[in-house]
């Protein structure tokens, strides 16, 4: 139950940073990626927070042996940059510069009632089960 309820506490607090940096608000996005154009630099400090607070944290975190609410640390295995990788990260890319939602902020736009997170979310969705119906299909044909 209490590893429920810090999940739930860091999802608060996450959420609750994306709104204070406005990073549910596709206008303030579109503008940081917007280089050419009404570039709005603003979203480069929570960039910098996010970074700094990350590496900070992870150099004292990661020498326990084991996380405070966990059995074990999550961290990633694979080091590899492959095809996979890289078409989604473009993929990724492509659809937050066009609509300026990455799926947390729009999950958050969306727990707000924020319209174009709304229509966002279910694209969202649709993209993620296309993925897994054909990640399936090609396992399923070898």
Same mark, same amino acid.
């Given at each position: 139950m209490i590893r429920l309820l810090v #999940? *739930? *506490?860091s999802g608060a607090m996450f959420g609750v940073g994306l709104a204070v940096s406005q990073m549910t608000d596709p206008t303030v996005v579109l503008g940081f990626l917007d280089m050419f154009g009404q570039f709005n630099p603003a979203l #480069? /400090?929570?960039l910098g927070g996010a970074v700094g607070t990350t590496t900070t944290a992870f150099h004292f @975190? +990661?020498?326990r042996s084991k996380p405070v609410f966990a059995d074990q /640390?999550?961290?990633p295995t694979a080091c590899t940059v492959d095809r996979p990788l +890289? *078409? !989604?990260a #473009? @993929? /990724? !890319?492509v659809g937050w510069g066009l609509a300026g939602y990455c799926p947390g902020p729009a999950l958050v736009g969306a727990a707000g009632g924020v319209g174009t997170a709304m229509m966002f979310l279910p694209a969202m969705v649709a993209g993620g089960l296309l993925h897994r119906i054909g990640r399936? #299909? *090609?396992a399923n044909r070898h």
């Open positions: #999940a *739930l *506490l #480069a /400090f929570v @975190i +990661l020498r /640390f999550q961290t +890289l *078409l !989604g #473009a @993929i /990724f !890319g399936n #299909a *090609l």
